[in-house]
């Protein structure tokens, strides 16, 4: 399978402790994207990698909130201090840069439950 | 700020019948809309994308509609059949799939 993975699927944790979710993005694409999606609602855009360098990132994503792309690869989110409002589907999404219109191509998310 | 909305939370249409998503946005700067489609468990998946100069495009079974006149935009499914049920999500960038900023959705039930 060639698509976008994510990794954990699914994650169950303590309030107060810290996770972290990997996404690995389409070989060729060189963007990459993580949004946070809550049941009922459409995905909310957190932040943004074109290569290795991280262009924006949302006002959702509080200082507890970090995501790397060491090498233009794949990518990190780290939760420090999870709360209960941090319960949620965290999605991974990459693009190509070059020639792209509207598609992102999604995994299949990591779902946070924080207890 | 800038929002995408539905008309509807909830849309039920008998197997065979067409189907009609409809989408208010407010960002007059889009530059591409695009809709997707969520299946339970699953991630998004692209269907289709219509770019701000167009008004009308088509896919296999398939057409976005978008009237910038009234910021609105519809999806129609041609045929509906049970494995279009999902929940489908309407969505709009500025070009380059850069900050793709969606709405809350639709879930289209096909009866049989």
Known sequence: ?115 | GESVGLHLPTLSVQEGDNSIINCAYSNSASDYFIWYKQESGKGPQFIIDIRSNMDKRQGQRVTVLLNKTVKHLSLQIAATQPGDSAVYFCAENMGGGFKTIFGAGTRLFVKA
């Open chain 1, 1 to 115: 399978d060639t698509g976008v993975s994510q990794d954990p699927r699914h994650k169950i944790t303590k309030r107060g402790q810290n996770v972290t979710f990997r996404c690995d993005p389409i070989s060729e694409h060189n963007r990459l994207y993580w949004y946070r999606q809550t049941l009922g609602q459409g995905p909310e855009f957190l932040t943004y990698f074109q290569n290795e360098a991280q262009l924006e990132k949302s006002r959702l994503l509080s200082d507890r909130f970090s995501a790397e792309r060491p090498k233009g690869s794949f990518s990190t989110l780290e939760i420090q201090r999870t709360e209960q409002g941090d319960s949620a589907m965290y999605l991974c999404a990459s693009s190509l840069a070059r020639g792209n219109t509207g598609e992102l191509f999604f995994g299949e998310g990591s779902r946070l439950t924080v207890l």
